[in-house]
Nanobody, 115 residues
Framework: QVQLVESGGGLVQPGGSLSLSCRVS????????IAWYRQAPGKEREFVAD???????NYADSVEGRSTIFRDNAENTVYLQMNSLEPEDTAVYYC?????????WGQGTQVTVSS
């Protein structure tokens, strides 16, 4: 069974930065892509960013320009660096790995942006 473990969440002040990690139990090149999603209280889960097996990245408009998704192949880990955080970024952040139509999710990590 594929396992994804997120870490790096926490409380940060507006304007601050965080780096989230998603460690995958298998070789990340086994997956078509690995993505970050988030879900704020009372809202649906939404796409944040992804990176595919070829290294191409995509970002949601809401985080474009202040977030970077990258990977450490040797550690089977995908990171999400987020800068200039805003209260609207407060959410549980989930990592998702995809093989064709099969999706595997982590348990999520809470990010709270507040002064």
């Amino acid at each position: 069974q594929v396992q994804l473990v997120e870490s790096g969440g926490g409380l940060v002040q507006p304007g601050g930065s965080l780096s989230l990690s998603c460690r995958v139990s298998e070789n990340i090149f086994n997956f078509n892509d690995i993505a970050w999603y988030r879900q704020a209280p009372g809202k649906e889960r939404e796409f944040v960013a992804d990176i595919n097996v070829g290294g191409t990245t995509n970002y949601a408009d809401s985080v474009e320009g202040r977030s970077t998704i990258f990977r450490d192949n040797a550690e089977n880990t995908v990171y999400l660096q987020m800068n200039s955080l805003e209260p609207e970024d407060t959410a549980v952040y989930y990592c998702r790995a995809r093989i064709l139509r099969r999706n595997f999710w982590g348990q999520g990590t809470q990010v709270t942006v507040s002064s």
